[in-house]
């Protein structure tokens, strides 16, 4: 089993669609939790990352954070063709430490 | 790309033969990582460094090398390249805080 397990896609949504990508997770030491945005042919760019459990709101963008199932998800509200990209989930025991990521999810936002 | 370049951008390379990856920061952040990345595995951590000639194993480091013998240089060398390194490879820099990781625009590199 892999530490961190993303659905890879593709998810093709049409424009206004609420989205949901979600990570799982195996190691309960995971305290740290965070989302990357990857556009084609480019490096991930930091999105959103929350400390243990709870939600966290920024625009159109909500991470959650499920601690006791070892589920994250974010959410995006009103998604746009400019939010196609591949979403990578990524998770740390604590600060400093070295992150451990998820394979990615794909999303296709249609116009 | 927050003032990281990566070099070269695209190399491709036959079995057997040594490569160099260089990666360039002008943020002076003390933290550098070399990562790959593979369809269906994510991004893996190669090697990392925690401050001039201070490195460390990630988890896929076998195969590699790296050097750090200045602030803003992170080298990574594969030293006799074989097609299963054949990958997308980014680095990446950080201050040491979660939410500082910053990636470069990456190499794609091709071993034959």
């Known amino acids: 089993q892999k530490e961190v397990e993303q659905d890879p896609g593709p998810l093709s949504v049409p424009e206004g669609a609420i989205v949901s990508l979600n990570c799982t997770y195996s190691n309960s030491a995971f305290q740290y939790f965070m989302w990357y945005r990857q556009y084609s042919r480019k490096g991930p760019e930091l999105l959103m990352y929350t400390y243990s459990s709870g939600n966290k709101e920024d625009g159109r963008f909500t991470a959650q954070v499920d601690k006791s199932s070892k589920y994250i998800s974010l959410f995006i509200r009103d998604s746009q063709p400019s939010d196609s990209a591949t979403y990578l989930c990524?998770?740390?025991?604590?600060?400093?430490?070295?992150?451990?990521f998820g394979p990615g999810t794909r999303l296709s936002v249609l116009p | 790309d927050a003032g990281i370049t990566q070099s070269p951008r695209h190399k491709v390379t036959e079995t057997g033969t040594p490569v160099t990856l260089r990666c360039h920061q002008t943020e002076n952040h003390r933290y550098m990582y070399w990562y790959r990345q593979d369809p269906g595995h994510g991004l893996r951590l190669i090697h990392y460094s925690y401050g001039v000639k201070d490195t460390d194993k990630g988890e896929v480091s076998d195969g590699y090398s790296v050097s750090r013998s200045k602030t803003e240089d992170f080298l990574l060398t594969l030293e006799s390249a074989t097609s299963s390194q054949t990958s997308v490879y980014f680095c990446a820099i950080s201050e040491g805080g979660v939410d500082e990781q910053y990636f470069g625009p990456g190499t794609r590199l091709t071993v034959t």
């Open positions: 990524a998770m740390s025991v604590g600060y400093g430490q070295n992150f451990v």
